[in-house]
């Protein structure tokens, strides 16, 4: 029970940490489905850079790796580094989509939806590199900082 109220206490600061994981683990499972999404024309860019299993195994599991570094830095501890590591990923996929679909000619609202979720990132790792500051010892022990 321990650990599910520090997760929840932790929760409302993490929210967007935690929808960028889950849509990148989203992005990713439905990538490594059978159906073929890279013969879409908003993927076409994508699939120069690799095929479509290299980037759902990438997105997946890059996504649940978050996930679990999200939890243990919520219920156990601090770590502020691994998360802006995620966020630094999690920004270049999801700027990496945006061109993706907008070099496509596609008319689709992807485009501004996935720059807007990298423009988050980007807030994420501000975050990240602001807890960064804070001593070790002070993050551990929850002690007050400057």
């Given at each position: 029970m321990i650990i599910l109220s520090e997760l929840r206490r932790h929760f409302p600061v993490r929210r967007l940490e935690w929808i960028c994981a889950g849509i990148i683990t989203g992005i990713g499972l439905r990538l490594l489905d059978p159906a073929n999404s890279f013969a879409q024309p908003a993927w076409r860019e994508l699939a120069v850079w690799a095929d479509e299993?290299?980037?759902?195994a990438l997105m997946f599991w890059g996504g649940l790796l978050r996930m679990v570094i999200l939890a243990y830095n919520g219920a156990w501890?601090?770590?502020?580094?691994?998360?802006?590591?995620?966020?630094?990923?999690?920004?270049?996929?999801?700027?990496?989509?945006?061109?993706?679909?907008?070099?496509?000619?596609?008319?689709?609202?992807?485009?501004?939806?996935?720059?807007?979720l990298a423009l988050g990132e980007g807030s994420n790792i501000w975050i990240a590199a602001t807890d960064a500051r804070v001593p070790y010892g002070e993050r551990l022990h929850g002690k007050p900082h400057r």
């Amino acid at each position: 029970m321990i650990i599910l109220s520090e997760l929840r206490r932790h929760f409302p600061v993490r929210r967007l940490e935690w929808i960028c994981a889950g849509i990148i683990t989203g992005i990713g499972l439905r990538l490594l489905d059978p159906a073929n999404s890279f013969a879409q024309p908003a993927w076409r860019e994508l699939a120069v850079w690799a095929d479509e299993g290299t980037w759902g195994a990438l997105m997946f599991w890059g996504g649940l790796l978050r996930m679990v570094i999200l939890a243990y830095n919520g219920a156990w501890r601090p770590s502020p580094e691994l998360r802006g590591i995620c966020a630094i990923g999690g920004g270049l996929i999801f700027a990496a989509l945006a061109l993706g679909v907008e070099a496509s000619g596609v008319a689709s609202p992807g485009a501004v939806t996935y720059a807007f979720l990298a423009l988050g990132e980007g807030s994420n790792i501000w975050i990240a590199a602001t807890d960064a500051r804070v001593p070790y010892g002070e993050r551990l022990h929850g002690k007050p900082h400057r």
